[in-house]
Each structure stands twice: as C-alpha cells, then as structure tokens.
C-alpha cells in the first residue's frame, strides 16, 4: 500500500490518497493529520504526512512505547527527545512532602519503558519516516494542504470523502482518525453521539528552563526523572508539571472545576491572566512562580465520549479518539491491530471480515479502558477535597500487546 498525503490546513482532516489499484494495491484513505492517523499510516508500510501540531506534553505508556518499539522499530528516540518517567513527586500545595511514587519496579517490568515527550517532537520525527525516501525503505509522501471533508458516502464496496470545495474521492477503505470532534463519526452514527461537556477543565501551559534558570529545582531536585504534582489547592484540584524535550521544558496542566457554559466557548481558549492567577491563590510561593511566567495559559475541556454502537459502516473504520477517547497509547493500540489485519497483499474482498474482527477486537478493549479511568478518578470530596487518581502501574492496561492479541484471533 502506498499512501499520498492530503492534509487540512487546519488539521482538522486529512485524506490520504493511495496508489493505482490497478497494480493490485488497496485504495485508503487516513482522515485525521493527528498522530494516531499519522501512526496508522506508517505502521501499515505507508508513508502519509501532516503539518506539526500546536500540542504540549505527552505521557507514553508502556503499552503504546511497546506499540512504537515493535511496529515503527525505525523511529529515532534521541530525535523526540523523550525523558524517561521513572518517579513522581507530590506535594501539598503549602511545600510540604506527601508521597513519591518509584516506578523502577515499573521499568523492570515493563521494559519497553514510560516516557514523557513533546507532541511536535513526535511528530516531527514520525513525517521523517513519512518523507525521508530512506527512511523505512518506501516513496516519500506527497503533501497537499486545503482538503477538510464535508461528508462521507458509506457505500459498502467504494467509500467516498466529499471535501469542502465539493470534489469526491473513492476508496477501497476509509479511516477515521480525526479526533474527539471527528467528521467521519458524525457521518457515521449523528451528532448525537458528539463528545458531551464533563465540567473538568485544565489550565494548560509550558515553561522554558533556559529562560526561567531559578525554576529548574522542578526538573532536578529529584532522584529520577519524572512528573511533580501538587494537590490540596481550593480552585485546583492537582497541577501536575513534566518534563518535555530533554528536560528543555516543562508541561504543566491543572485541573479544575469548569464554570463556564462548556458549550459556548471553545475547547481549548485562552484564559485571562487574572483569572488564572487566581485560580492559584492558596499555592506556595515556589508554586507560585511557576504560574506566574505561564505566556498565553489555555484552558482545555476534558470531554467524554458516549460508548457508540459501532465503530464500522461499510469499509469505513473508526480509530482513536474519534472512536473512544481514550488518548494517544490506545490510539496506537488500533493503529497496530489495523496493521497486522490489513498487511500489504490484503485484498478488498477482505476488508469486510477483517474489520469486524478490528471492531471485536479494540471496542471492548476500549470501553473497558474507559470504564477504569472512570473507576480510577476520584472526584473530590469532604475527606479527599483534591480528589484523587489509583496508580501508575495497573498491568490490565500497560501489558496489553495488540500484535499479539491480533495474531492469536486471526488467521495470520
């Protein structure tokens, strides 16, 4: 399979055009130029490619480091500048020590490893495998910007996008990787399966070290790498700060009580500095500053998808967050079991078969991934007013490995 790479401008869809069935190659197209689409691609030896997101920090499992070690073994670790996560502080919110989580346990188990990485640093390097004709051994994507889809046409033997500006492209398969707000499942199963408004939000901004030397103590008065939390605050439930991009910068997110009408402001907006700021009004000093150098803080709504009938209409297919929500890690846990169904010689009459068993496969799996996050949180309450996340280390998710899971159901 080859794949030709349309991308949105604003990232909101790609179509991935592949190459001539007539030389007996698979027609897909990859809608969505987020990372899971672009995983999707490269795992299933197709170059695809995308403009660099505006994204922060990313936190990658063992399960989806398993997935990019095994299936994208070409990807360069020194390039993404990924930090290891092998502890977390906590702290209350007046300095004092609370507890510090040690994941060696974690790393020996688990040795393909936790890492904290820029989003943009990932991508960067996945469109190196996409462009660089040396890369993994396959012609360099095409890149062409200005193509968001309007519609999707489910016919059962020829899928077809219609974009913006009315042109209709067919396909052997359709993907859809588009994200929480995706196209592709509203055309799929309605509106009425949109991700609803939690009324958790997260102030979200980035520190540069190098320009902020004094605040350096977050990234190295510790034994090992990994996140700082601080919990116990009035406004904000925990704020929670990584480091990203060797250690460069740190990711910070806070999480809080949404007030505002989640329907009628953005996803991800800007916040006045004000506000912000006072949101962390309770904090030590030392916290503190850490606010007060954040340029341009976002609040970000955490959303939640509704458990949907199906992931599949015709030889279209739903994939990460446009089919669960559930983040980057489980995202590539569908994009390898999408790579092991449909390797290259898959003919079209197989997509029908071959997708059934990816939606009895990844749904359930999902779901229940769903479910645990759910379990897991706890909302603040009068003896816990911060509220409170179980663990780190929980072997259900983080020992998953869809190849293998893949190859025991089917027939390869």
Not at 245 to 257: E, P, T, V, Y
Not at 297 to 310: A, E, F, M, V, Y
Not at 374 to 399: C, H, I, M, Q, R
Request: one cysteine or more.
């Amino acid at each position: 399979m080859s794949i030709e790479g349309v991308v949105a401008k604003d990232l909101s869809q790609t179509i991935n055009v592949a190459g001539d069935a007539a030389l007996g190659q698979l027609n897909i197209a990859i809608i969505g130029a987020g990372l899971v689409g672009l995983a999707t691609a490269a795992m299933s030896s197709s170059p695809s490619s995308f403009h660099a997101e505006i994204g922060a920090g990313i936190v990658v499992p063992p399960n989806g480091a398993g997935v990019l070690k095994q299936k994208l073994p070409e990807l360069n670790w020194e390039n993404m500048q990924a930090v290891e996560f092998r502890s977390m502080e906590m702290f209350n919110v007046d300095g004092s020590h609370m507890d510090t989580d040690d994941l060696s346990e974690g790393w020996s188990k688990y040795p393909q490893g936790y890492f904290m990485i820029h989003r943009v640093d990932l991508h960067k390097e996945m469109m190196r495998l996409a462009l660089d004709p040396d890369a993994i051994g396959l012609p360099p994507a095409t890149i062409r910007l200005g193509a968001p889809i309007r519609a999707v046409n489910f016919d059962s033997e020829r899928p077809s996008v219609i974009t913006s500006s009315g042109e209709e492209f067919k396909f052997d398969l359709i993907l859809g990787t588009d994200g929480i707000k995706s196209t592709v499942r509203k055309c799929m199963v309605g509106a009425e399966y949109d991700a609803p408004a939690t009324q958790l939000g997260f102030y979200r901004w980035m520190i540069d070290l190098k320009k902020n030397p004094g605040l350096s103590w977050i990234r190295d008065n510790r034994k090992a790498s990994g996140p700082t939390m601080m919990v116990g605050g009035d406004k904000i439930m925990g704020l929670i700060g990584y480091p990203i991009r060797g250690g460069a910068l740190i990711n910070f997110s806070a999480a809080h009580l949404d007030t505002r009408d989640q329907d009628t402001v953005d996803w991800n907006a800007e916040t006045p500095k004000d506000t912000f700021l006072d949101a962390f009004e309770d904090f030590a000093d030392k916290y503190k500053a850490l606010v007060r150098v954040a340029e341009k803080p976002r609040t970000w709504q955490l959303r939640k998808l509704p458990i949907l009938p199906t992931w599949i209409k015709g030889n279209v297919a739903l994939l990460g967050d446009a089919a669960h929500a559930m983040g980057f890690a489980v995202g590539l846990e569908d994009a390898a079991t999408i790579a092991t169904l449909f390797p290259n010689g898959t003919k079209a009459s197989e997509l029908p078969s071959r997708l059934k068993v990816f939606e009895e496969i990844r749904k359930p799996r999902a779901e229940r991934i769903s479910q645990m996050s759910t379990d897991a949180y706890k909302p603040p309450d009068e003896e816990n007013p911060s509220g409170s996340f179980a663990g780190w280390l929980v072997p259900e998710l983080l020992e998953y490995d869809p190849v293998s899971v893949t190859k025991a159901t089917i027939w390869i």
